[in-house]
């Protein structure tokens, strides 16, 4: 299974008393993927919805069009763990945690600034976030959010404010 190292500072549930989870057929071939790691889906198999990791999405012009086209495709949130190495439970399918605005997902992410180097930072309760970028190469990142005033990039929002420190995690929903 995958060495899912930032999961032991994240918290996050399904929502209140509602599970808005569906699943999509496992990335073949296999990858590692985290609970909480960014999906999109991958139709390129006739008949099939393939789960695949943002970090994989192809780059488009710049970045800007690149998270446009990211939302457009965006599916979810992995509600599990599913790696490369073979495990005798490993499904077939892959759930997730559906794109729904207002169906209670909340999660803990790192915050990452407009290079997409971590940058803690503050913000107010309804700050927008969405999909940061690899500061190495053109790629978004499968677990990392950066502030956004964009609407039509906007993922996610903070349920509550920073406070007035810097802080270099949000809890945010589905935008």
Avoid: H
């Avoid at 699943?23 to 919805?49: K, N, Q, R, Y």
């Avoid at 559906?98 to 180097?117: D, E, H, M, P, V």
């Avoid at 999909?131 to 903070?158: E, G, H, Q, Y």
């Amino acid at each position: 299974m995958p060495q899912c190292l930032d999961c032991m500072y994240q918290q996050g549930n399904f929502g209140n008393g509602v599970i808005d989870t569906e699943s999509m057929a496992a990335p073949s071939p296999a990858v590692d993927i985290c609970e909480g790691d960014f999906l999109v889906a991958d139709t390129s198999a006739t008949g099939v919805t393939e789960a695949k990791l943002l970090s994989a999405f192809t780059w488009t012009t710049d970045l800007a069009t690149t998270r446009t086209n990211a939302k457009a495709a965006f599916r979810g949130v992995s509600a599990q763990e599913y790696g490369t190495e073979e495990c005798i439970t490993q499904e077939d399918c892959l759930p997730f945690w559906r794109y729904n605005k207002g169906n209670g997902f909340r999660r803990s992410y790192l915050i990452a600034g407009a290079t997409g180097a971590l940058e803690p930072t503050t913000f107010q309760q309804g700050q927008l976030f969405t999909f940061a970028k690899n500061p190495s190469s053109n790629a978004l990142v499968n677990s990392k959010i950066v502030k956004t005033s964009d609407t039509s990039v906007a993922v996610f929002r903070a349920v509550s404010d920073s406070g007035p420190d810097n802080v270099s995690r949000a809890t945010v929903e589905f935008y």
